[in-house]
C-alpha cells in the first residue's frame, strides 16, 4: 500500500491536502510500477493462428484488477496500441459487447483495426472474450482472464488465441508479430496494475480528488518484453 495509508495530512487546508496527496500518489505509483512478477509468456504462431499465455503475479488486490479490466470504456489505457473502446449494445445474458480500435504498427507499417468481443463475467473475477468475426478484422479469436486473489496481491492467468483478418506481409513475417504481442503484454501487465493500484488509493482515500490524478500519463509507460519492468 502506499506510505500515506499510515500518515494522515494534517495542519493545511482540505484543498491543499488533496494536492499534496496527489502527487504522493503519482510519484509513489511511478516507484511501485516494476512489482509485476511475470512468470511466463510465450507466443507461438500455427497456421496463421496466434496464441499466448501469460502468468504473472501482480501488486494489486484481485478485486481491482479486475474493476480495471472490465473498465471498458478506458481499456485503451492498458495497452500502447488501442486507441479507442467502446461499449456496443449487446443480447444481454450477461455478455458486454467491447469494440477496441486498434492502431498497429511494425516498422514503417500501420494499419487500423477495430475488434469487436462479447465478453462472459465469471465470478468472482474471471473474464472470458470471444470475437465477433463479423464486426471485427479478425476471422476468430477467444480469450481468458483467470484472477486469483492472493491478499493484497493478484495471480493473473491469460490465454488468448486470434485468427487475423488480414494479410501480415512477407516482409514483417509471424516473427515479428510474435515479438510485438510479448512486448505488448508486458506493458499492458504493468499498465493493469498501474490503474488498479491508483483505483485502489482513490477509493480508500476521499481527499483525493481523481480530476488531479491524470492516470492516462502515469500508466503509459513502454515496458521490456524480456524482464517485463518498464523505464523509470
Known sequence: MFWSRGRPLKGVSARRAARAAAVILLCVAALRVEAVDIKQLEVSENGGIYSIKVAAVIDAPAEYVHRTLTDYAHIYRLNPSITQSDVLPSSGNGVVRVRTRILDCIFIFCMQLDRVEDVHEVPPYDLRAVIVPSL?????????????????????????????????????????????????????????????????????????????????????????????????
Request: charged share 25%.
Open 136 to 232: 471485427s478484422n479478425f476471422r476468430s479469436g477467444i480469450a481468458h482472464w483467470h484472477i486469483k486473489a492472493m491478499g493484497e496481491r493478484s495471480q493473473v492467468i491469460y490465454e488468448a488465441q486470434m485468427e487475423p483478418g488480414f494479410i501480415i506481409l512477407p516482409i514483417i513475417g509471424p516473427s515479428f508479430v510474435k515479438e510485438k504481442m510479448r512486448t505488448e503484454m508486458a506493458s499492458s501487465l504493468m499498465r493493469i496494475e498501474c490503474v488498479a493500484r491508483i483505483q485502489e488509493e482513490l477509493d480508500w482515500n476521499p481527499q483525493l480528488d481523481p480530476a488531479m490524478v491524470d492516470v492516462d500519463s502515469l500508466c503509459s509507460q513502454s515496458c521490456d518484453s524480456a524482464t517485463g519492468r518498464c523505464p523509470p
